[in-house]
């Protein structure tokens, strides 16, 4: 099974706002968007997502960072994850955006979100 660091998520108050100022870094394009939500950045390999703060709970990170592989191997990953004595927060579940994702919080708090975009 192969994984990818595909890139980071900011949690930003104002999405157009960050969005706007990221699209001025040289090479970075809009990939896809979802006005007020959520935009997502291509910049050279990497990718930089942008979701608003209102859906996080009080004291949440201000980032998390994603570890893509394929739809198929999600639940996999998730058992290997498991094996590796990391408790996932819960189990893999599918989401309105299309990716079946999962998540772990590091000792420090910080989210890592697995996901299906390695597809």
Excluded: C
Excluded at 6 to 13: E, F, I, S
Excluded at 56 to 66: I, K, R, S, Y
């Amino acid at each position: 099974m192969k994984t990818a660091l595909k890139g980071l998520t900011l949690h930003v108050d104002d999405v157009e706002r960050s969005r706007d100022f990221y699209l001025r870094i040289p090479g970075a394009t809009l990939i896809e968007e979802r006005p007020g939500d959520f935009a997502l950045l291509q910049i050279g390999d990497g990718q930089l997502g942008l979701l608003t703060k209102r859906y996080l709970p009080d004291g949440a990170p201000a980032f998390h960072m994603e570890i893509s592989t394929s739809s198929a191997a999600v639940d996999e990953l998730h058992e290997q994850v498991r094996a590796a004595g990391i408790e996932p927060d819960g189990p893999p579940a599918d989401h309105w955006w299309g990716e079946r994702t999962f998540q772990v919080t590091d000792p420090d708090g910080n989210r890592i979100e697995f996901d299906s975009r390695g597809d």
